[in-house]
T-cell receptor
Framework: ETGVTQSPTHLIKTRGQQVTLRCSSQ?????VSWYQQALGQGPQFIFQ???????GRGNFPPRFSGLQFPNYSSELNVNALELDDSALYLC??????????????FGPGTRLTVL | QQQVKQSPQSLIVQKGGISIINCAYE??????FPWYQQFPGKGPALLIA?????SEKKEGRFTISFNKSAKQFSLHIMDSQPGDSATYFC????????????FGQGTELSVKP
């Protein structure tokens, strides 16, 4: 059983650019959630995808968007990057989206730096 | 909008001592309270979790104490070891909304030999 993987590990972009981050879910998991973790802070929920449909969104603007593919891998897209978007972006997969006790398995994250 | 507050921000404990991290949540319908452990360069990993109908849960050296009326819960690490040095996050999961965790700010624990 493989764990959650994310790519790339690190990324440097300039303000105004667009970025795509990728996540491969743990085998058998149909739900993926994305989080933003600023330095020294706890992760903040961005949005969740369940069976290729968005299933809830946190307090993030529309320039944060996502996709989930039939194999349950996922992408996070951020347009018009701002300096405050610099953070560690984490994805987490789970077996389902409707039970709060479904364990979230986190990937190692992508460190995004916006200059 | 911060709904889960965690303290202290950092903690230094001697090997063999007890580490205690506290969290408080605001008036929201949460029904699951996990604790996550994060090492540098890694994603958070589930350590232990509790439902609000239980006042205490113990797994090895790790214990969660839960006070529903006070809306507070805490993590106790007994016989703390240098390998426990990591950042710990409490979290809360809204009722029937799996995966939409609300995290505390984190506590950086350092266990000195």
């Amino acid at each position: 059983e493989t764990g959650v993987t994310q790519s790339p590990t690190h990324l440097i972009k300039t303000r105004g650019q667009q970025v795509t981050l990728r996540c491969s879910s743990q085998s058998g998991h149909n739900t993926v959630s994305w989080y933003q973790q600023a330095l020294g802070q706890g992760p903040q929920f961005i949005f969740q995808y369940y069976r290729e449909e968005e299933n809830g969104r946190g307090n993030f603007p529309p320039r944060f968007s996502g996709l989930q593919f039939p194999n349950y891998s996922s992408e996070l897209n951020v347009n018009a990057l701002e300096l405050d978007d610099s953070a560690l972006y984490l994805c987490a997969s789970s077996l389902g989206a409707h039970s709060s006790t479904d364990t979230q398995y986190f990937g190692p994250g992508t460190r995004l730096t916006v200059l | 909008q911060q709904q889960v507050k965690q303290s202290p921000q950092s903690l230094i404990v001697q090997k063999g001592g007890i580490s205690i991290i506290n969290c408080a949540y605001e008036n929201t319908a949460f029904d699951y309270f996990p604790w996550y452990q994060q090492f540098p360069g890694k994603g958070p990993a589930l350590l232990i979790a509790i439902r609000p109908d239980v006042s205490e849960k113990k797994e090895g050296r790790f214990t969660i104490s839960f006070n529903k009326s006070a809306k507070q819960f805490s993590l106790h690490i007994m016989d703390s070891q240098p390998g426990d040095s990591a950042t710990y996050f409490c979290a809360a999961s809204p009722y029937n909304q799996g995966g939409k965790l609300i995290f505390g700010q984190g506590t950086e624990l350092s266990v000195k030999p």
